[in-house]
């Protein structure tokens, strides 16, 4: 490990929301929210080009994430929504930033989806900007970057809320719901958001 903290678990708290890691016992809330969103996400959602799926048990999903967490390659965030009068924060959605890279770059890239019913209430933005700042702060990143499907008006109307720069298209960048598709390359840095990126979104939103 490095002079910065990569330390896991680790969750961020914001104005409204809270990212923390997944646990096992999240299998039955999780399981139901992707049951329940299974056609709003569909056409977004990663697949593998061998027709293998990610892992089925969700016990497993979350042991592979944690332990590559733990070695500093990615971080696994549920997006919870706690309430004023209840001890349960429900999960609305999930947001990863994966594919770190240190050394020379120092880069990350973030994955989100968030359920249908909270849908435009300017939750993915909001937890974005939180994950954009603990990379810059806590990790010690310097890039970050998000890929979003051209037909995806949703998400890109979060990247250009939050002042991200287009970088272009990429070619058949990833698969996606059985074939490959093409993905416009979203990015900042550090040094484009030194006031902080939820700083940025709390002053617009106001």
Same mark, same amino acid.
């Given at each position: 490990?490095?002079?910065?903290?990569?330390?896991?678990?680790?969750?961020?708290?914001?104005?409204?929301?809270?990212?923390?890691?997944?646990?096992?016992?999240?299998?039955?809330?999780?399981?139901?929210? !992707?049951?329940?969103?299974?056609?709003?996400?569909? =056409? #977004?959602?990663? %697949? @593998? $080009?061998?027709?293998?799926?990610?892992? +089925?048990?969700?016990?497993?999903?979350?042991?592979?994430?944690? !332990?590559?967490?733990?070695?500093?390659?990615?971080? =696994? #965030?549920?997006? %919870? @929504? $706690?309430?004023?009068?209840?001890?349960? +924060?429900?999960?609305?959605?999930?947001?990863?930033?994966?594919?770190?890279?240190?050394?020379?770059?120092?880069?990350?890239?973030?994955?989100?989806?968030?359920?249908?019913?909270?849908?435009?209430?300017?939750?993915?933005?909001?937890?974005?900007?939180?994950?954009?700042?603990?990379?810059?702060?806590?990790?010690?990143?310097?890039?970050?970057?998000?890929?979003?499907?051209?037909?995806?008006?949703?998400?890109?109307?979060?990247?250009?809320?939050?002042?991200?720069?287009?970088?272009?298209?990429?070619?058949?960048?990833?698969?996606?719901?059985?074939?490959?598709?093409?993905?416009?390359?979203?990015?900042?840095?550090?040094?484009?958001?030194?006031?902080?990126?939820?700083?940025?979104?709390?002053?617009?939103?106001?």
């Amino acid at each position: 490990m490095s002079e910065f903290d990569r330390h896991w678990p680790v969750s961020v708290q914001g104005p409204r929301l809270l990212l923390r890691p997944l646990r096992r016992r999240d299998k039955a809330e999780w399981m139901h929210l !992707r049951r329940t969103n299974d056609l709003w996400l569909a =056409p #977004w959602d990663a %697949t @593998l $080009p061998e027709g293998a799926g990610y892992p +089925a048990d969700f016990g497993q999903m979350v042991s592979a994430q944690n !332990r590559a967490a733990r070695l500093g390659q990615c971080l =696994p #965030w549920a997006i %919870t @929504l $706690p309430g004023l009068h209840s001890r349960h +924060a429900p999960i609305v959605g999930q947001l990863t930033v994966s594919s770190i890279m240190w050394g020379a770059a120092r880069s990350g890239s973030i994955g989100y989806w968030v359920d249908v019913g909270h849908a435009g209430a300017g939750i993915a933005p909001e937890a974005v900007a939180m994950a954009v700042d603990h990379c810059f702060t806590a990790m010690g990143l310097h890039r970050i970057e998000i890929n979003i499907r051209p037909e995806n008006g949703a998400s890109l109307r979060v990247v250009e809320k939050l002042g991200f720069r287009d970088e272009g298209v990429r070619k058949d960048f990833l698969h996606i719901n059985g074939q490959w598709a093409d993905h416009r390359s979203f990015a900042l840095t550090a040094t484009e958001v030194p006031d902080g990126m939820l700083n940025r979104w709390l002053a617009r939103t106001q």
